[in-house]
């Protein structure tokens, strides 16, 4: 069964730095699209970072420059360095394999699109 679990997340002060880990089974992370969302209680889930099979990396605008999205073939994980972090980053961070295809593409960035989600982990950032 395929499952995907976070973890790395926690609180920090604004400016500060963290590293976010998940574990995939039942997915090889190197022959998928992956990327991480995250969730602020009220709101939808957005799109973070996605990592192609070819490890070409997309961005949302408001995390390029200080987030980063890699991925561990060996150990079947993906990563997402976090640095300068804002408050506005506090939410629930997801992991997620787009089953329908290994280059993330536009459809990547629909919620709608993954079927499996972790239980998150949360990372919040104080001012």
């Known amino acids: 069964q395929a499952q995907l679990v976070e973890s790395g997340g926690g609180s920090v002060q604004a400016g500060g730095s963290l590293r976010l880990s998940c574990a995939a089974s039942?997915?090889?992370?190197?022959?998928?699209?992956m990327g991480w969302y995250r969730q602020v209680p009220g709101k939808e889930r957005e799109g973070v970072a996605l990592i192609s099979s070819d490890r070409t990396t997309n961005y949302a605008d408001f995390v390029k420059g200080r987030f980063t999205i890699s991925r561990d073939d060996a150990q079947n994980t993906l990563s997402l360095e976090m640095n300068s972090l804002k408050p506005e980053d506090t939410a629930m961070y997801y992991c997620?394999?787009?089953?329908?295809?290994?280059?993330?593409?536009?459809?990547?960035?629909?919620?709608?699109?993954?079927?499996?989600w972790g239980q998150g982990t949360q990372v919040t950032v104080s001012s």
């Open positions: 039942g997915y090889s992370v190197r022959i998928y699209c």
């Open positions: 997620v394999a787009d089953p329908r295809t290994n280059i993330c593409d536009s459809a990547s960035w629909r919620v709608g699109v993954y079927g499996v």
